[in-house]
């Protein structure tokens, strides 16, 4: 019995990463359509109907096109760097607090931060292992953005771990079931999405591929299968991230259709900051990550361990 359920928690995985990589296919398709009509103008609208078959057509040609290796690279690295990283951003999905079958965590945000610092070694490895300045550039760049704005998810995050003193997500949805803590904590939970933008590399915080000064940044040379995959884990990472707002601030996670319209609200929002802002400045990204967003959350931290120490 126990092997059978093994098997069957393996098969729901399986099933859970197809329905996340069709997520991320689509999201693709949904963030050039939005973008289009925010241009004027209508979008991929050829393959299939209004295009829907569009991201699998982009898979296709991406898959057959050659892979280039450049010469001096580091073999391995360069080779394997995309793969990590979509194997990190695709692990992350078993966070989902089902409540039956699959698995249950009860340190859940604690294997989150492992997995997305993890994910910085991916990035860095990716843009040394090619051997050119431009990627060096853009990962250096990358790294130091994500680390910045990790230290401040954390203390935004811990502000709502100790409301309910929990590292389990389903007591996210248990302790919402009155007041959204996105009104609760309305300030920090508006910190949270732009910081979660810049975990991400999205627009306006998108440094690592700054096209006017970075070429393309940490993924110059990629081609082909090692470009699609790191796009691919950019994009189930974003993916999470909407999914874990939903789940800390937007009343937790319930298996019905409110919930994943809240994740479609989301991304169209991603996409329309995307469409609208125009990039940071560097040293204004790392201002507003060190004196902007880390003292507030600090002190957002202290008066909520007042509040809880007060309700007990």
Same mark, same amino acid.
Do not use: H
């Given at each position: 019995?126990? @092997?059978?359920?093994?098997?069957?928690?393996?098969?729901?995985?399986? &099933?859970?990463?197809?329905?996340?990589?069709?997520?991320?296919?689509?999201?693709?398709?949904?963030?050039?359509?939005?973008?289009?009509?925010?241009?004027?103008?209508?979008?991929?609208?050829?393959?299939?109907?209004?295009?829907?078959?569009?991201?699998?057509?982009?898979?296709?040609?991406?898959?057959?096109?050659?892979?280039?290796?450049?010469?001096?690279?580091? @073999?391995?690295?360069?080779? %394997?760097?995309?793969?990590?990283?979509?194997?990190?951003? $695709?692990?992350?999905?078993?966070?989902?607090?089902?409540?039956?079958? $699959?698995?249950?965590?009860?340190?859940?945000?604690?294997?989150?931060?492992?997995?997305?610092?993890?994910?910085?070694?991916? &990035?860095?490895?990716?843009?040394?292992?090619?051997?050119?300045?431009?990627?060096?550039?853009?990962?250096?760049?990358?790294?130091?953005?994500?680390?910045?704005?990790?230290?401040?998810?954390?203390?935004?995050?811990?502000?709502?771990?100790?409301?309910? +003193?929990?590292?389990?997500?389903?007591?996210?949805?248990? @302790?919402?079931?009155?007041?959204?803590? /996105?009104?609760?904590?309305?300030?920090?939970?508006?910190?949270?999405?732009?910081?979660?933008?810049?975990?991400?590399?999205?627009?306006?915080?998108?440094?690592?591929?700054?096209?006017?000064?970075?070429?393309?940044?940490?993924? &110059?040379?990629?081609?082909?299968?090692?470009?699609?995959?790191?796009?691919?884990?950019?994009?189930?990472?974003?993916?999470? +991230?909407?999914? /874990?707002?939903?789940? %800390?601030?937007?009343?937790?996670?319930?298996?019905?259709?409110?919930?994943?319209?809240? +994740?479609?609200?989301?991304?169209?929002? /991603?996409?329309?900051?995307?469409?609208?802002?125009?990039? %940071?400045?560097?040293?204004?990204?790392?201002?507003?990550?060190?004196?902007?967003?880390?003292?507030?959350?600090?002190? %957002?931290?202290?008066?909520?361990?007042?509040?809880?120490?007060?309700?007990?």
């Amino acid at each position: 019995m126990m @092997y059978m359920d093994f098997f069957i928690m393996i098969f729901e995985f399986i &099933i859970l990463i197809i329905g996340v990589l069709i997520g991320v296919a689509y999201l693709t398709l949904l963030e050039r359509k939005v973008l289009g009509y925010i241009q004027i103008r209508k979008g991929p609208n050829k393959l299939g109907f209004m295009g829907l078959l569009q991201p699998f057509s982009d898979a296709i040609k991406l898959y057959l096109k050659e892979q280039i290796n450049p010469l001096n690279s580091n @073999y391995l690295a360069y080779y %394997f760097s995309p793969v990590v990283s979509l194997i990190l951003s $695709l692990i992350l999905w078993v966070l989902i607090p089902y409540y039956f079958n $699959l698995i249950s965590f009860n340190l859940g945000i604690l294997f989150f931060f492992c997995c997305t610092s993890m994910g910085v070694y991916t &990035i860095m490895i990716s843009g040394w292992s090619s051997n050119s300045n431009y990627t060096l550039l853009g990962g250096l760049r990358a790294v130091a953005q994500t680390i910045s704005y990790e230290v401040s998810l954390a203390l935004i995050m811990l502000s709502s771990i100790i409301l309910i +003193m929990d590292f389990n997500l389903i007591k996210f949805s248990f @302790y919402q079931n009155y007041i959204w803590f /996105f009104f609760l904590m309305f300030p920090l939970s508006i910190k949270w999405l732009s910081s979660s933008m810049a975990e991400t590399n999205r627009t306006p915080f998108d440094f690592a591929e700054g096209e006017k000064k970075l070429v393309s940044g940490f993924n &110059i040379e990629y081609s082909g299968g090692g470009f699609s995959l790191i796009f691919m884990a950019e994009y189930s990472k974003i993916l999470f +991230m909407k999914m /874990f707002f939903s789940i %800390f601030y937007l009343g937790g996670y319930s298996l019905n259709l409110i919930f994943y319209l809240k +994740m479609v609200f989301l991304s169209f929002l /991603f996409i329309w900051v995307r469409g609208t802002l125009p990039r %940071f400045r560097y040293d204004k990204l790392m201002y507003l990550a060190w004196k902007s967003y880390l003292p507030v959350s600090l002190n %957002f931290l202290l008066f909520f361990m007042g509040f809880k120490i007060f309700l007990i």
